[in-house]
């Protein structure tokens, strides 16, 4: 090779090793601020350039989130790509969920940055919407032929609820593993993989919650219907893609209307987060004031609250809305986020010592099941499509009885 091709080539690796890091950078910001909030300064920042250099590799903001949230859906199929050379599906399960660990080991480690978290998809501006979305369809269809083909439409709708709590484990991953030390990520890795496998119910364990009539705060007339829009909204386009003014359409009132219920966006996020977190925390409650083996208990908090996440009036709101808000308040709804799970994982643990349910992790259980509870709401359209009671037993079996177990759909 001549000397004007080795320098061709060397500056094209030059190019790709910036465009790499201004995009890992981007994940970053993404992650933090969200897509609409991240800002060419912050990017440039990062990755030690000015704007003017970024600009460069990418012409305008959304052409950088766009990049990097393509990177994420290329990343999530060549890991399942390779976890379907396995020859079963609890076995590509378990190199999927491998694959995962891996790669937040070697971020743990500086290897590796985040890759950037996909919840913004629905609030980019079309055609690059629609071409995203395309993507992520085909990484949920990608998902879901882990467990093989379909041959009827009870198992379609099966393998789609066990694809989605699969994905959205992986994705809640780096929130929970930051407690563990590193040499421990290998055990938290197989008491993970041992829910997945065989759920958390004892064996010989129904299905048979008891209804829990959770309490309705109608205390300022208005202020339900206004947060349960704006619940919905900020759950489909992020914290920034759903905006006051949008909000306000939704409910058909002025933009001012909005601020006699709250004083700004962030108060509006915080009270809509607070109305989840209460609605939670009434089923933990009542379930366990109504007694009963701590099985029957922990099944009627999950049957109650996918309930309200299927239920066209819900739903509760997504975590990935965090990323929007200022840290300080950030913080102060993941701690009660974190009081929630140790609940559940106290019922876990005293179903547990009354053999009820099995000898699983339970704080690792209950991360499981805040990741369940939080994916149900994208999963409103597939419930519709058949009878509740169904929909919220055949969504419940993912960790109730394991992705691999059918006793929960048997007719």
Same mark, same amino acid.
Request: glycine share 6%; proline share 3%.
């Given at each position: 090779?001549?000397?004007?091709?080795?320098?061709?080539?060397?500056?094209?690796?030059?190019?790709?090793?910036?465009?790499?890091?201004?995009?890992?950078?981007?994940?970053?910001?993404?992650?933090?601020?969200?897509?609409?909030?991240?800002?060419?300064?912050?990017?440039?920042?990062?990755?030690?350039?000015?704007?003017?250099?970024?600009?460069?590799?990418?012409?305008?903001?959304?052409?950088?989130?766009?990049?990097?949230?393509?990177?994420?859906?290329?990343?999530?199929?060549?890991?399942?790509?390779?976890?379907?050379?396995?020859?079963?599906?609890?076995?590509?399960?378990?190199?999927?969920?491998?694959?995962?660990?891996?790669? @937040? =080991?070697?971020?743990?480690?500086?290897? %590796?940055?985040?890759?950037? $978290?996909? /919840?913004?998809? !629905?609030?980019?501006? #079309?055609?690059?919407?629609?071409?995203?979305?395309?993507?992520?369809?085909?990484?949920?269809?990608?998902?879901?032929?882990?467990?093989?083909?379909?041959?009827?439409?009870?198992?379609?709708?099966?393998?789609?609820?066990?694809?989605?709590?699969?994905?959205?484990?992986?994705?809640?991953?780096?929130?929970?593993?930051?407690?563990?030390?590193?040499?421990?990520?290998?055990?938290?890795?197989?008491?993970?993989?041992?829910?997945?496998?065989?759920?958390?119910?004892?064996?010989?364990?129904?299905?048979?919650?008891?209804?829990?009539?959770?309490?309705?705060?109608?205390?300022?007339?208005?202020?339900?219907?206004?947060? @349960? =829009?704006?619940?919905?909204?900020?759950? %489909?386009?992020?914290?920034? $893609?759903? /905006?006051?003014? !949008?909000?306000?359409? #939704?409910?058909?009132?002025?933009?001012?209307?909005?601020?006699?219920?709250?004083?700004?966006?962030?108060?509006?996020?915080?009270?809509?987060?607070?109305?989840?977190?209460?609605?939670?925390?009434?089923?933990?409650?009542?379930?366990?004031?109504?007694?009963?083996?701590?099985?029957?208990?922990?099944?009627?908090?999950?049957?109650?609250?996918?309930?309200?996440?299927?239920?066209?009036?819900?739903?509760?709101?997504?975590?990935?809305?965090?990323?929007?808000?200022?840290?300080?308040?950030?913080?102060?709804?993941?701690?009660?986020?974190?009081?929630?799970?140790?609940?559940?994982?106290?019922?876990?643990?005293?179903?547990? =010592?009354?053999?009820?349910?099995?000898?699983?992790?339970?704080?690792?259980?209950?991360?499981?099941?805040?990741?369940?509870?939080?994916?149900?709401?994208?999963?409103?359209?597939?419930?519709?499509?058949?009878?509740?009671?169904?929909?919220?037993?055949?969504?419940?079996?993912?960790?109730?009885?394991?992705?691999?177990?059918?006793?929960?759909?048997?007719?």
């Amino acid at each position: 090779m001549g000397e004007s091709g080795r320098g061709e080539e060397s500056g094209t690796r030059r190019f790709r090793a910036k465009r790499d890091a201004i995009l890992a950078a981007a994940a970053d910001a993404i992650n933090e601020q969200s897509a609409k909030g991240m800002t060419f300064a912050d990017v440039a920042r990062r990755v030690g350039l000015n704007t003017t250099s970024v600009t460069y590799y990418f012409k305008r903001k959304e052409d950088l989130a766009a990049a990097a949230f393509e990177h994420t859906l290329e990343r999530l199929m060549g890991m399942l790509d390779e976890a379907m050379t396995q020859h079963t599906p609890e076995a590509r399960v378990e190199r999927y969920l491998a694959l995962n660990m891996e790669r @937040l =080991a070697r971020i743990q480690r500086g290897e %590796e940055r985040q890759m950037a $978290g996909l /919840s913004d998809l !629905r609030a980019m501006d #079309e055609p690059v919407r629609s071409a995203l979305m395309a993507g992520w369809r085909e990484v949920f269809r990608r998902t879901r032929l882990l467990w093989g083909s379909a041959e009827t439409r009870q198992q379609t709708d099966l393998h789609g609820a066990r694809a989605h709590v699969l994905l959205e484990n992986t994705f809640w991953l780096p929130v929970w593993l930051v407690r563990y030390e590193p040499d421990q990520y290998v055990r938290a890795e197989a008491r993970l993989m041992d829910v997945f496998r065989h759920g958390i119910a004892a064996p010989g364990a129904l299905w048979r919650p008891t209804p829990i009539d959770l309490p309705h705060d109608e205390t300022v007339p208005g202020r339900e219907a206004f947060l @349960l =829009a704006a619940t919905r909204l900020i759950n %489909e386009l992020g914290y920034r $893609g759903a /905006s006051v003014q !949008r909000i306000a359409s #939704e409910l058909n009132v002025t933009k001012g209307s909005f601020y006699h219920h709250l004083d700004a966006k962030d108060d509006l996020v915080v009270a809509c987060y607070k109305r989840s977190f209460d609605t939670i925390a009434a089923a933990q409650r009542i379930a366990d004031e109504q007694g009963g083996t701590h099985w029957n208990r922990l099944s009627s908090m999950i049957a109650t609250l996918l309930d309200v996440q299927f239920s066209e009036l819900g739903p509760l709101l997504r975590t990935t809305a965090l990323s929007g808000l200022p840290p300080g308040v950030r913080q102060v709804m993941v701690e009660r986020s974190n009081r929630i799970a140790r609940r559940f994982a106290g019922t876990m643990s005293d179903g547990i =010592a009354e053999g009820t349910i099995r000898p699983v992790d339970a704080l690792i259980a209950a991360q499981a099941l805040m990741a369940f509870l939080n994916a149900a709401f994208d999963m409103r359209k597939w419930a519709w499509s058949m009878p509740r009671d169904r929909a919220i037993a055949l969504y419940a079996s993912t960790l109730t009885f394991g992705l691999f177990d059918d006793r929960a759909v048997a007719e």
